[in-house]
């Protein structure tokens, strides 16, 4: 059985991918509160002995690999929620200041109806007011665009709310990615220790099978041919050898 199945290249593949993106974060961690070089080292050497702690699937080795995650995660998650903890607070700050500004808005308009109501009176009684009475008209019907613009923004809650939403989802991803890596780490261990089990158990049932089934020898000639060997070559009848040839007879004697 081989190591390297799919099922492992696949597993090792996961395991890389959720190292990357993990690493990526713990990297600027590191580097923007240590030496860039020394964080680099930081980030990289705290991820192999935190993975090599894991891929020993041992108490002891486990409760420390414990201790690693939760150091090697802090980082990565201090860099995303600095981030988005920076947003939310410029979020409120925009939030107060439209709301001081709507205020502001609702103050000016109150004071320039007054101020209108006032004109129209004193109109009244004596000419002359009608070109401050369209100026404090037109003020006020400006003051109610910009009004109705700032009421119409989305309610800054619901910005909080998908910020918030949005640190979480991105908190919860990077230790999800990391959990992954664990997982994927301890898999390919008890998966080494599947594959090195069985070789040991081929290596002890070889020699075994080599006894039972020993190897056939060359095939000997069939027993009938040793019993009866191949007859010699027919010899002449021995009618011929009992009654040889006559000589030719010799003319009579006159």
Partial sequence: MRFWTPGALYTAL????????????AITFWSEHAAYITGWLWAIGLEM???WLWFQRRLGYQLVGVIGTTILLAGPVYTISADLLETLEYAQSDEDSRQAQIE??????????????TFRQNSEERTGWLPIIRDTQQ????????????????????????????LIVQVVAVVLFHIGAILGITWLSRHRDRVMEQRA???????????????????????????????????PATEQMEHPTEPMEQPAAE
């Fill in 104 to 117: 502001a808005l609702k103050g000016d308009i109150e004071r320039l109806e007054d101020d209108l109501t």
């Fill in 139 to 166: 003020e006020i019907a400006e003051n109610r665009v910009v009004l109705r613009d700032l009421q119409s923004r989305r309610d800054e809650a619901d910005t909080l709310w998908l910020t918030a939403a949005l």
């Fill in 49 to 51: 002995l935190v993975l």
């Fill in 201 to 235: 158990r081929s290596m002890e049932q070889s020699p075994t099978e080599r006894m039972e089934h020993p190897a056939t020898p060359m095939e000997q000639p069939p027993a009938e041919q040793m019993e009866h060997p191949a007859e010699p070559m027919e010899q």
């Fill in 14 to 25: 996961i395991v890389l991918i959720c190292v990357v993106i993990v690493q990526f974060h």
